[in-house]
């Protein structure tokens, strides 16, 4: 079911200082920031040669990521998005297996334009997952 790691995300207080961090102090390429309010966040990615880190800075009242920057106001690692071929397949699939999709259940769209899942944390050894469909 799962293909390649898409990215892995983090979670910072200060997307400016973070971007500053990874271009300059760790020499790599990082987009442009992206504000995508349907999630509460302003994402960059840095690019690398095999996948991307996302990083993710809050955006407006009730971002999902405020409270965990409370339990960890330096930044810390928020989770690990898998690629999957058929995104309604593998959730079908996990929540027969009794896996918990975050949200109403259904896909929305994410940074990259295609559909997305959150898998609760405590069904993957306290992490949260991404199903990113490509
Ligand atoms: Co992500």
Known sequence: ML?????????????????????????????????????????????????????????????????????????????ICYEVDDILAARDRLVASGARVLGDGSPKTGAHGKPVLFLHPKDFMGTLVELEQV
């Open 3 to 79: 293909g390649r790691v898409n990215h892995i995300a983090i979670a910072v207080p200060d997307l400016a200082a973070a971007v500053a961090t990874y271009r300059d102090t760790l020499g790599a390429t990082v987009s442009k920031p992206q504000a995508l309010p349907d999630h509460g966040v302003t994402v960059v990615f840095v690019e690398l040669a095999n996948t991307k880190v996302e990083l993710l800075e809050p955006l407006g009242d009730g971002s999902p990521i405020a409270a965990f920057l409370e339990k960890a106001p330096a930044g810390g690692m928020h989770h």
